[in-house]
């Protein structure tokens, strides 16, 4: 079974930076495509970003593009999502999730098997 375990959320102000980091428990063919979702209070679960993890592929969300970078470790089976200018909108929870090779590229929630618990982010005006 698919472990997914998400790191390095907190409460920031407006304009700071954080960085989730998301550890998988094995990288093969069912974790091939790895990304961010988030969720705001009260709004429908959000693509954030996605990467493969040799980093031929990755994929951003309009709302994010030249603010996040998302990255990868492979020594460490690790994903990592960088926030920079962080902006009050942008609080949600964050959740790492990961698909199967046949599903790579793609920014549907249902086309990712496997899901981490979530890692609260808070960005204060």
């Known amino acids: 079974q698919v472990q997914l375990v998400e790191s390095g959320g907190g409460l920031v102000q407006a304009g700071g930076s954080l960085r989730l980091s998301c550890a998988a428990s094995e990288r093969t063919a069912s974790t091939y495509y790895m990304a961010w979702f988030r969720q705001a209070p009260g709004k429908e679960l959000e693509f954030v970003a996605a990467i493969t993890w040799s980093g031929s592929i990755t994929d951003y969300a309009d709302s994010v593009k030249g603010r996040f970078t998302i990255s990868t470790d492979n020594a460490k089976n690790t994903v990592s999502l960088r926030m920079n200018n962080l902006k009050p909108e942008d609080t949600a929870v964050y959740s790492c999730?990961?698909?199967?090779?046949?599903?790579?590229?793609?920014?549907?929630?249902?086309?990712?098997?496997?899901w981490g618990q979530g890692t609260q982010v808070t960005v204060s005006s």
């Open positions: 999730a990961a698909s199967h090779w046949r599903r790579a590229g793609s920014s549907v929630r249902d086309d990712y098997a496997f």
